[in-house]
């Protein structure tokens, strides 16, 4: 296998007829997806999505790909393809069009929706081309195909990509469920087709790729939650992605032979089950879905709230029920909460937080654990190699998952018989050149996190954000201390204070003795000079800390001269 390497040097120029791939993200992490394609000095697009952050990027809200790299490019941009329309895949696009909000948008008729609706937010306008499976469409050098593949969001498509290097087959996020809610099923036979004709690269989904196995029908989720319904007294609460309109669809059909009423809760929710059902994609019986208030004023086993916060983020629908934080509902005793979704990795621990929470507030929690409630929208090992015997790929990269997920799907590559030495393991920003049917990584270009805090985009480093963890993990403590100009001697002071340390206010009475002694040593030296004196300051102050208390505060020293 062809393998990452961290010390690569810049790429150098793509060789004339060869195809360059440059993925900015979605490798080694799940979401921020982003594969930048380069064929006779035009780039295309394919996804443009944010990554989530874990605990250890406290304060962070949105982290993106790293658009360093195309900047000064984004004139050769001919567009930017979506699969699909999942947050990790069309989530930065309102930052990327920030730069050139005139860039082309191609994709399906949902996809373009909710970029559209996340657009007005920010009052650009795009441009956009939709698209549907088994259309093509010539943008620039590059002559693409579209494919629908099923997904857990509808209308989700792969693409082929074609040039004269070859042709490159893109499957974004995918399945293979046979029985479908749509009816929309992965097109196998599209896939066969462009296998016989010789497809040079294949970029396949790697999210599940350690599970064996196929996957379990989505039909198989309606009876458990009917059976839920049916034996539920008091109120029911269902948390879902925002964007599985099937999943919605089903909770909608159970309240309904239930006798049920439905509120969407979450602004999230609201917006993508509207753009829905405009679109005929999601069937809402009439008089079935109230509003919030009118939901609340029901007795409790008449009405079924649909809400966001089925990853356990903390500011969501649920998230805030589960705190008592939210306006208008309070979960308590009789109510049945059911988790309609998989874990996302690394989301495990809000998640379990949020069943303890609701658990401890007396409602009844059902989760993918004790029951079928929710099945994935990836495929398992038996479906992609299932791919990989149909596409017959030359050479094989595998995207979208961590590294456990990629290196597992680059072993189903082997064993389905592609080369060892054309299957592909990269990093975000390693350069992939396709040159005389030859896929081989060449240079890498830089790829950092960019993280988004409140209006702030790329401010924060990861120098402040071990700062602030370091603020979360011991606190902060402030010493201020007032000095003689001339002599460097102590003539007020020291004064300590902290936050996030202890509750005792004498606790430092200790140390104050000891940084005078401190800095009386050091004017005897001659040391007069401010930022040195802030040193001494606080090495004392963390010296004595550490030994006290065998902590790590933060300690911002600040000497005054007088």
């Known amino acids: 296998m062809t393998e990452a390497h961290l010390d690569l040097d810049a790429p150098p120029p793509l060789p004339k007829g060869g195809l360059r791939v440059i993925p900015l993200g979605g490798l080694g992490a799940i979401g921020r997806n982003m594969t930048v394609f380069e064929y006779d000095g035009k780039l295309l697009i394919v996804d443009c999505g944010v990554l989530f952050p874990d605990v250890d990027q406290p304060g962070v809200d949105l982290i993106l790909p790293d658009f360093t790299s195309i ?25 990327l069009l920030a730069h050139k909000p005139d860039i082309p948008i191609v994709g399906s008729r949902f996809t373009l929706a909710l970029v559209e609706a996340k657009l007005a937010e920010r009052r650009i306008e795009p441009y956009t081309l939709t698209v549907d499976a088994g259309q093509g469409e010539r943008l620039g050098p590059f002559a ?5 593949v099923n997904h857990s969001i509808p209308d989700a498509l792969a693409v082929a990509i074609k040039t004269p290097a070859g042709t490159v087959l893109h499957t974004g996020d995918f399945k293979m469920d046979q029985l479908p809610l749509d009816g929309r099923i992965t097109d196998l036979a599209g896939f066969a087709r462009l296998g016989a004709e010789g497809v040079a690269l294949l970029l396949s989904d790697s999210t599940n790729a350690e599970i064996p196995g196929f996957v379990t029908p989505e039909r198989e989720i309606g009876p458990v939650l009917d059976s839920i319904f049916a034996k539920a007294t008091g109120r029911i609460i269902v948390a879902s992605f925002a964007s599985h309109v099937h999943r ?3 909770v909608l059909e159970a309240a309904h032979a239930h006798g049920r009423k439905v509120a969407f809760i979450g602004r ?37 709230l649909m809400s966001t916060g089925s ?17 208008h509902i309070s979960v308590g005793a009789g ?24 658990s401890r507030a007396g409602a009844f929690v059902v989760h993918k654990d004790v029951a079928k409630v929710h099945v994935s929208g990836h495929s398992p090992a038996g479906e992609l190699l299932y791919l990989l015997n149909v596409v017959k790929p030359r050479n094989f990269m595998p995207v979208h998952g961590e590294w456990r997920h990629l290196r597992a799907h680059a072993r189903l590559g082997v064993e389905a018989g592609v080369d060892p030495e054309r299957v592909v393991l990269c990093e975000d920003g390693d350069v992939v050149d396709l040159v005389d049917g030859k896929a081989a990584v060449v240079g890498h270009v830089k790829s950092r996190y960019v993280y988004v805090d409140g209006l702030a985009v790329g401010d924060v480093g990861e120098s402040l954000l071990t700062e602030r963890r370091i603020l979360g993990d011991g606190g902060f403590i402030s010493a201020t201390v007032v000095v003689d100009s001339v002599t460097g001697k102590v ?39 401010v930022h040195q004196l802030q040193q001494v300051v606080r090495r004392t ?18 000497v005054v001269e007088v």
Not at 144 to 148: Q, S
Not at 274 to 297: E, F, Y
């Open 144 to 148: 693409c195909e579209f494919f629908a």
């Open 491 to 529: 003539v007020g002071g020291p004064t300590v204070s902290a936050k996030g340390f202890s509750e005792d206010p004498a606790v430092f009475d200790a140390v104050l003795p000891l940084v005078t002694e401190a800095l009386n040593r050091a004017a005897e030296d001659n040391i007069t000079d």
């Open 541 to 558: 102050v963390g010296r004595w800390v550490n030994e006290t208390y065998r902590r790590r505060p933060m300690i911002v020293p600040t």
């Open 335 to 358: 109510d049945t909460v059911v988790l309609a979704s998989s874990l996302v990795p690394g989301n495990e621990t809000a998640v379990y937080r949020v069943i303890n929470q609701l």
């Open 311 to 327: 990853q356990g983020e903390p500011m969501s629908a649920l998230g805030r029920m589960a705190t008592g934080d939210h306006r």
């Open 268 to 304: 999230s929710m609201v917006r993508n089950m509207g753009i829905a059902r405009d679109l005929g994609l999601l069937r809402i019986p009439g008089g079935l879905v109230v509003g919030l208030d009118d939901a609340t004023n029901l007795p409790p086993h008449q009405i079924v």
């Open 248 to 250: 919605v669809q089903q």
């Open 71 to 95: 900047l000064g490019r984004l004139d050769d941009v001919q567009a930017i393809v979506l699969t699909h329309g999942h947050e990790d895949h069309i989530g930065a696009v309102p930052y």
